[in-house]
């Protein structure tokens, strides 16, 4: 997320929106005491996880709304390198997520909880 989005769409939503803006702010503070540059996005926890789980569609099993391929699990050699496995156990690797749905339901759901009160 931005730290545009974030001030715009985050900060204003109750006591949660601004602890949060405020936790993002005080990283912010602490690298400029370093002259050190982290740029102006920022993670918010494991969104990823949340749109490919919770946010599933009724009518698919799978993540209807972000793309993956099926490949075999590579091994990993003594380097650390991956190396391709004929034999391994197919997993997903997504190649496309649906950004605009896992943020949108994220700040809908921060304005609907901050509604409440």
Not at 29 to 51: A, C, W
Not at 74 to 94: F, T
Request: aromatic share 10%; net charge positive; charged share 30%.
């Amino acid at each position: 997320m931005s730290y545009a989005e974030l001030v715009s769409k985050v900060k204003s939503e109750g006591k949660t929106g601004a602890y949060l803006t405020k936790k993002i702010e005080d990283l912010m503070e602490m690298v400029q005491r370093f002259n050190l540059k982290i740029g102006e996005t920022y993670i918010m926890g494991d969104s990823p996880l949340v749109l490919l789980t919770a946010l599933q569609s009724s009518f698919e099993a799978d993540p209807s709304s972000s793309s993956y391929v099926v490949k075999k699990v590579p091994k990993i050699n003594d380097s650390g390198l991956y190396e391709d496995n004929p034999k391994g156990r197919n997993i997903r690797v997504y190649t496309q997520l649906d950004t605009r749905l896992m943020f949108e339901d994220f700040y809908s759901k921060l304005k609907l909880f901050n509604n409440k009160k």
